[in-house]
């Protein structure tokens, strides 16, 4: 039914749909980065202040923001809006389609589309987090292990989740060793701050990737290492992300040398250690501590999530070699993926 209102909508008055989504775009960046100012805002949103004026004008006249010194917040009907708003943009937007073309195409079994593109808008890049906690809360279940991995659209999953109650005995842990990277991205930090949403136990894992293998060999025999790998291994539900190969490569701390080498053999992406090329071929493996790539078939419930359409040959690769039971993306990933794939929308 609501799809075919927004068919009937776009037909009769088109001019109508276009603002309905440019006065989504600013509730929502007002949302996610509220109290903000006008002169930010527009900057946020690559929007003129004299056309952003206009619009937050009437947005304030019909009761769904206020603006103060501080800047603009959205009223409680403001966030009423934004919420009940996400399903109508979604069919406006006509991703219905396209998230069935891509489960037909990769054999997915549940597509989630976010409307935008994360490359543009970091407001999709915490809508994807929202929609990763939204099917976390629908999937865990007492006594279970859950895994994350590190990245940036995975830190905003914990931001996302509302605090539950309920469960007992779930363990939250990294699913990797960390990058070395910034804290607030790592795994670990992640695992603590997802796990206090949950009101969880969790288990942290302090051993960077890419060790020789000499030393690998030493420090998961640690018993405190050994002990947390048992649990990882347990992991029921897994929460990761998929990266650019170039880019995990050298976050990993892979030499140039190396990274010459793995784009010299057509890698485009990377996870768990794993390096693939466009048809999803293993090329390149380092070493790593925690979860392999040959564990996700044991897996209940393993959610991927990316987005942006620069990620989209990445995404392509990795969904070639695994189907995940949820793929969570956005539209600048999903519409670049089928582009890449030759599929028509």
Known sequence: MEEEVVELLKKIAPEISVTLQDRYTILRNIYFNQPVGRRALSSIISWSERQLRTEVKRLEELGLLNIDKKGMVLTNTGEDIILGLEHFIYHMRG????????GQTF??????????????????????GKAAARYLKKSIKNGDVVSVTGGTTMAQIPQAMEKILGFQ???????????????????????????KKLR???????????LSPETMESVINEPGIRDILKIVRRTNILLHGIGG???????????EREIKSIRKKGAVAEAFGYYFDKEG????????????????????????????????PAIQAF????NPTVFITDEGAARKLLELEGVEE
């Open 107 to 128: 054999n997915c079994q549940c597509i989630t589309i976010i409307p935008g593109n994360s490359d543009e808008d970091e407001t999709v890049k915490m809508q994807l």
């Open 245 to 255: 190969a170039e880019e995990i490569g050298r976050r990993r701390g892979l030499s």
């Open 281 to 312: 071929k293993v090329v390149h493996t380092t070493t790593s501590v925690g979860l392999s790539i040959k564990d996700l078939k044991n897996i209940r419930t393993v959610i991927a999530i990316a987005g942006g359409a620069n990620k989209a």
């Open 169 to 195: 005995d779930v363990i939250v842990v990294p699913g990797r060793g960390g990058l070395g990277e910034k804290v607030e991205i790592e795994s670990n930090t992640i695992a603590a701050e997802l796990a």
């Open 200 to 210: 969880a136990q969790y288990r942290l894992l302090y051993v960077p990737d890419n």
């Open 319 to 322: 969904l070639k070699y695994h």
């Open 95 to 102: 991703l219905n389609p396209i998230a069935h073309s891509i």
